[in-house]
């Protein structure tokens, strides 16, 4: 009977959340698998169970250039922002008496809207920009650099900038986490700073760099407003062609079977990344 009333206190316990999670997690994505389903005549929606969006999607070239293009600009934004945010959760985690400071620095950008930072760094890429006329009026340039702008690289960058938080503070905390004493004994041992790093600190904080990586890497695959911004016709995502498919074609069983095969794409992908760092990591030790 205890076994019972313990089983029935956990369920009651749980029920919340799982209502919660269910209804907005799990009811809306069984929402996008139904809409998938159907097809869209005119202004009406037909239910009639039909797999010609999933065939659609699959023989567009351009969705899987989108595709291909979104997952290679997160990936390279991920692998830049955890590159760059690394040395700076290191400083903070063991090179200063006052993280505290530090990290309230690092929270800075999140106290003004994202999409402000992205009209930002849209003023200062501008053909017309800050750094165009920076370097104009040192006379480093004789004309304003057009490649800033309206390409992959500006969509990095910015992404990279609005991410950069989110690399930092679960790196910061694996650091926070490791033992002073084993890396006393490395050099008790006769490790170098080098070796020290890549035996010792590396592996220990592999959790923190799996945890930045997939934060970064998945809300980046579906971002369509840095995209839309400062990307132009070079830059252009599949979270912008869902857009337009829910948006301005009205088209929402085939923004919703782009939906599922972007998630889909991004669960093989982060799943890969995970087993490579952890293997990896396995060889480190």
Request: aromatic share 12%; hydrophobic share 55%; glycine share 6%.
């Amino acid at each position: 009977m205890q076994i019972r009333s313990d089983a029935a206190k956990g369920a009651a316990l749980s029920l919340p959340a799982t209502v919660y999670v269910g209804l907005l997690v799990a009811a809306p994505l069984g929402i996008l698998v139904v809409y998938s389903f159907w097809s869209q005549v005119y202004v009406d929606i037909d239910r009639t169970f039909t797999l010609a969006n999933y065939r659609e999607v699959f023989q567009d070239p351009l969705v899987h250039s989108l595709l291909a293009r979104s997952i290679f600009i997160a990936g390279l934004v991920t692998l830049v922002t955890v590159l760059l945010a690394y040395p700076i959760a290191y400083f903070i985690a063991l090179k200063t008496t006052k993280p505290t400071f530090w990290l309230l620095l690092v929270t800075i950008p999140f106290w003004s809207s994202y999409l402000l930072r992205v009209f930002s760094w849209k003023l200062i890429l501008g053909f017309n920009g800050v750094l165009n006329s920076s370097l104009m009026s040192i006379r480093a340039i004789d004309e304003p650099l057009a490649f800033l702008l309206y390409n992959e690289f500006a969509v990095v960058l910015t992404l990279a900038h609005a991410w950069a938080p989110f690399a930092i503070l679960p790196i910061y905390v694996s650091l926070r986490k490791i033992d002073p004493s084993l890396l006393e004994a490395a050099n008790d041992l006769g490790c170098g700073a080098f070796e020290r790093f890549t035996r010792v600190t590396l592996p220990l904080t592999l959790p923190g760099i799996i945890a930045a990586g997939l934060i970064i890497f998945i809300p980046t695959v579906g971002d369509y407003v840095t995209p839309a911004l400062v990307g132009g016709a070079d830059g252009k995502m599949i979270a912008n062609l869902i857009q337009v498919q829910f948006g301005a074609a009205n088209n929402w069983p085939l923004g919703a079977t782009l939906s599922l095969l972007s998630m889909l794409c991004v669960t093989f992908v982060a799943l890969a990344a995970v087993i490579a760092l952890r293997f990896a990591g396995r060889r480190v030790r």
